[in-house]
């Protein structure tokens, strides 16, 4: 698709995972950082995203914003990467990746605001309890390839991502099957453009 695609982020948000994304589908984007506080507020960036918020795409006339969304539709705009199974083949594709939008990202969330579900609230919450929804995951990453098999796509980006950060931060404890996947996952090229990008930018102040 050739339409102008600009990227509304900051390096210190879920932008970095779209950032993620563009330089897995190999887009040719725009980057328009935008500070925390007033600017995001403003009347000009709440046209792209009355949410306040980053991230965000505009892609020729559309508007993309939530990160999930922002990364499944980037692997569909942009066939060439491979980044979507063919159509009839994407129950686990869109499985895992409301899996991750979903009970992953709600039950780390949780973990994080130091939130503790008592056990007859837990089925309201839809994850049930974080090592549920960790056990699960465990038990579908394979020891080599990626989370839908042998083919790389975007649910491992935004999947991925949130378990790397979890990691990182301390959130989650890192099982063995997730670091090796993590691994794996921060060893492929576009992730490393990504992050340089997003650390440049932040070293240049631009980040609120």
Known sequence: MSQDLIF??????????????????????????????????????????????????????????????????????????????????????????????????????????????SPKRQGMAGYGTLKRVLDTLEAQIPEEGWLLGADFSAVDVYLGAQLGWAMQFGTIEPRPAFERYWARLSDRPAWRRASELDDAAMAEGRDG
Not at 35 to 52: F, T, W
Request: charged share 20%; aromatic share 12%; proline share 9%.
């Open 8 to 117: 509304y982020t900051n390096p210190m948000s879920r932008g970095r995972i779209v950032r993620w994304m563009l330089e897995e589908a190999g887009a040719d984007y725009r980057t328009e950082v935008v500070a925390y506080g007033p600017e995001m507020r403003s009347p000009e960036y709440l046209a792209i995203n009355p949410m306040g918020k980053v991230p965000a795409i505009r892609h020729g006339e559309t508007v993309v914003s939530e990160t999930p969304a922002i990364c499944a539709y980037l692997a569909e705009a942009f066939p060439g990467a491979g980044l979507v199974p063919p159509v009839g083949s994407r129950g686990a594709y869109y499985r895992w990746f409301f899996f991750a939008a979903g009970p992953l990202e709600y039950a780390l969330l949780n973990q994080s605001l130091e939130i503790e579900l």
